[in-house]
């Protein structure tokens, strides 16, 4: 506990300067914010973040983004991060997004914007926000649809992305999103996503995504669907123990938000397609329909304290919900419950000043089907249908 404590100093002494140049450069060209995360977090019966099961302070996220204003309609912005999640995704740093954000039109009722580079993911009820923790409703979001072992891939992608927003005193509030690109797939990250013996490479071919949001004039309600087509491929090495593979991964969402002056709720309801051609031997062949869904309510106590409660359910093939014909397909090799995910997460939500922020939360699992790696699991470390895990997270921003 003690190097948590010397950690979390050492990160926060650094950022009280950068806030200070922040403030300096307030309503100019520049623009400059950062935040810093540290908590600890115990998992058992899983792998979820470390392979024994003990108390881990692998749940750092620092990050620094910055924009400049380089003319009326052009500006360009980045975000740099390191993150520290354990088997949740690869440690280290990486750039979240890099891009000029040209604003194409606006007026009273339109806004244009072209977004070219390493664009964010602004698709999701919370893919936009997720990359930052004291903007996450929890420290560990809804895994059904947020996947850790995704997480760089489904931040944003390197490519081209056009929002456009109208605004009508009778109709309500629209924003329609339209993205194209991919992300770059590491070699540590293709082994969380496939296994560990992978020896290959994992590209990101393409990916695709339309989002429509609508939120009805004097309205707290926000309604919203989204869809996503994406491509991979696995190269096969020599002397690797998997073929060559071509994946596709579509999506299909529709999802609700509420704010009240109390009350929050937001619920998004998904069906994916996975097929898959190689990758175990040549010939083989996938083709799942998975289906999920997450149901978070969060109720303002004061204005320092939150609650929160969040139920999801989600079934890697919805024609085998309890799992059962993966276990025979797998010849047993493969548990049921690597087939489905059920979740129950109790939240607290704690503002102890205008820039820290302390969260605790507690879950309740039954089924091992978003533990990395996903395509091989892991069933020696993962041989617990039931198991949970508590973390503790504080952080600062500027």
């Not at 914010?33 to 600890?40: I, K, L, P, Y």
Request: hydrophobic share 40%; aromatic share 16%.
């Amino acid at each position: 506990m003690i190097s948590f404590v010397k950690m979390l100093i050492l990160l926060m002494l650094p950022l009280n300067s950068l806030g200070c140049l922040a403030s300096e450069l307030a309503n100019q060209t520049w623009q400059i914010h950062g935040f810093a995360a540290q908590g600890v977090i115990n998992v058992s019966g899983s792998d979820f973040v470390n392979d024994d099961g003990r108390l881990s302070t692998e749940l750092t996220e620092v990050g620094i983004n910055a924009s400049y204003q380089l003319s009326p309609f052009l500006r360009a912005a980045g975000q740099l991060v390191y993150i520290d999640g354990g088997n949740r995704y690869n440690k280290g740093v990486r750039a979240d997004y890099l891009l000029l954000d040209w604003s194409i039109h606006d007026s009273e009722q339109w806004l244009v914007n072209l977004y070219l580079g390493r664009f964010k993911n602004n698709h999701w009820l919370y893919s936009s926000t997720r990359d930052v923790p004291f903007t996450r409703p929890t420290i560990i979001l809804p895994q059904g649809v947020y996947f850790d072992g995704f997480r760089d891939i489904a931040v944003g992608g390197d490519g081209a992305n056009v929002k456009v927003r109208y605004s009508s005193d009778e109709y309500g509030n629209f924003d329609l999103n339209v993205s194209t690109g991919a992300s770059e797939i590491s070699t540590e990250q293709t082994k969380i996503i496939l296994s560990e013996f992978a020896l290959g490479d994992m590209g990101h071919e393409n990916d695709t995504q339309l989002s429509l949001y609508w939120q009805p004039i004097y309205s707290s309600w926000r309604f919203g669907f989204a869809l996503l087509d994406s491509d991979f491929t696995y190269k096969a090495q020599q002397h690797d123990a998997f073929s060559d593979a071509n994946i596709v991964l579509q999506r299909y969402f529709i999802n609700a938000l509420y704010e009240g002056e109390r009350w929050e709720f937001s619920s998004e309801v998904f069906q994916e397609r996975f097929v898959m051609d190689g990758f175990y031997f040549a010939d083989y062949h996938q083709d799942n329909f998975g289906q999920g869904y997450f149901l978070q309510s969060r109720y303002t106590v004061d204005p320092k304290l939150k609650l929160l409660m969040r139920y999801e359910h989600f079934v890697v093939n919805k024609d085998d919900r309890s799992g059962k014909k993966l276990e025979q397909l797998s010849g047993g090799a493969i548990p049921h419950y690597f087939g489905y995910l059920k979740e129950l997460t109790f939240g607290v939500e704690y503002q102890m000043s205008e820039r820290v922020k302390f969260q605790f939360e507690y879950h309740l699992v039954d089924g091992t089907a978003r533990l990395t790696p996903v395509v091989l699991p892991n069933t020696q470390l993962n041989d617990d249908e039931n198991w949970q895990m508590w973390a503790a997270q504080i952080m600062y921003w500027f």
